[in-house]
T-cell receptor, first 114, second 112 residues
Framework: NAGVTQTPKFQVLKTGQSMTLQCAQDMNHNSMYWYRQDPGMGLRLIYYSASEGTTDKGEVPNGYNVSRLNKREFSLRLESAAPSQTSVYFC?????????????FGPGTRLTVL | GENVEQHPSTLSVQEGDSAVIKCTYSDSASNYFPWYKQELGKRPQLIIDIRSNVGEKKDQRIAVTLNKTAKHFSLHITETQPEDSAVYFCAASGGSNYKLTFGKGTLLTVNP
């Protein structure tokens, strides 16, 4: 099993450009999450999906959109990137209820917005 | 929403010593408290968790204690080794919105 995979690993954007971060899991998990990690700020939840077809906002959703394409895939889109979105983005999944139980993280995407 | 405070932000110990990291939370309805370890450049990984019906849980050199009345929980690492050096995050969930809220992390350095 590959677990949770993310693409790309690194990305550099100019202010105003758009991009989609891809995430997939092969563990048949119900819940999936997108976090951003900034120095000294811990992990902050952007969006999560408790099941296929549902999404909900986390702590810092502004400037992002998500799509739960199917049970395996959960994508994060930046419509108009800003320097404040420079961060490391982690996707995660868990088998049960959103927020309860072990979350399995992907390797991360390091995004720089110039 | 839930607010999780974590202390200290950095901790340096000698190999073989014990390390303690403390967290407090604000939502009295929270009932799940995991701890994640993140090595430099790697993804976070769960090392231990505790639910609110348990006061203490141990796994070899790692233990977590929970005081629901005071709304705080702690990670204890005994006989520290250089490979314990990492950033440790506490988190809480199970409250009104079921979202996992993380503390800001503790950078633990174990000196040989």
């Amino acid at each position: 099993n590959a677990g949770v995979t993310q693409t790309p690993k690194f990305q550099v954007l100019k202010t105003g450009q758009s991009m989609t971060l891809q995430c997939a899991q092969d563990m048949n998990h119900n819940s999936m999450y997108w976090y951003r990690q900034d120095p000294g700020m811990g992990l902050r939840l952007i969006y999560y999906s408790a099941s296929e077809g549902t999404t909900d906002k986390g702590e810092v959703p502004n400037g992002y959109n998500v799509s739960r394409l199917n049970k395996r895939e959960f994508s994060l889109r930046l419509e108009s990137a800003a320097p404040s979105q420079t961060s490391v983005y982690f996707c995660a999944s868990s088998p049960g209820l959103a927020g309860v139980g072990e979350q399995f993280f992907g390797p991360g995407t390091r995004l720089t917005v110039l | 929403g839930e607010n999780v405070e974590q202390h200290p932000s950095t901790l340096s110990v000698q190999e073989g010593d014990s390390a303690v990291i403390k967290c407090t939370y604000s939502d009295s309805a929270s009932n799940y408290f995991p701890w994640y370890k993140q090595e430099l450049g790697k993804r976070p990984q769960l090392i231990i968790d505790i639910r609110s019906n348990v006061g203490e849980k141990k796994d070899q050199r790692i233990a977590v204690t929970l005081n629901k009345t005071a709304k705080h929980f702690s990670l204890h690492i005994t006989e520290t080794q250089p490979e314990d050096s990492a950033v440790y995050f506490c988190a809480a969930s199970g409250g009104s919105n079921y979202k996992l809220t993380f503390g800001k992390g503790t950078l633990l350095t174990v000196n040989p």
